[in-house]
């Protein structure tokens, strides 16, 4: 369990869904989904299953994944030991199909490397229904200069 990313009074945060209940608008949900994806990324990546369902779809520079199990194994069996997300924008904008879309840019360094390599990823999230919120789309893409 993670601390609650913003400072709303909650004291863990599973699932996030203390949090979404206390935000009100899209800007701060998307900003704390970011914040708390990469930090979970960067940790422990196989809590991210509790952030996508059967239906979500994953494209991962050219492969494309369906479903939490395939997702998580993906991510899971990437090449290197540990990783470290530096974001440097998040843009998030409400969908009109109730979701929130979030555009994220940033720079990662894998193992300790010197060198970091650039990212951008999309992230599509739905409401559950119960002031949480779920990935349906993922898109990432490392940037080569």
């Known amino acids: 369990q993670l601390a609650c990313p913003l400072d709303l009074g909650c004291h863990s945060v599973p699932t996030l869904s203390v949090c979404f209940e206390k935000m ?10 970011v914040e708390y ?30 479903g939490k199990a395939n997702i998580i194994a993906k991510l899971q069996s990437l090449p290197f030991t540990s990783v470290k997300h530096t974001i440097v924008t998040a843009d ?5 199909s109730g979701g929130i879309m979030v555009f994220v840019n940033g720079n990662l360094k894998v193992d300790g490397g010197e060198h970091p390599m650039m990212f951008g990823q999309i992230f599509h999230l739905m409401p559950t229904g119960t002031n949480q919120f779920w990935v349906t789309n993922d898109m990432f893409r490392l940037n080569y200069g």
């Open 92 to 96: 998030c904008q409400p969908s009109v």
């Open 24 to 33: 009100s608008n899209f800007e701060e949900i998307g900003r704390a989904f």
């Open 37 to 66: 994806y990469y930090n979970l990324f960067d940790t422990d990546r196989a809590q991210l299953a509790a952030l996508y369902q059967d239906q979500s779809l994953l494209t991962f520079e050219q492969d494309k994944i369906q």
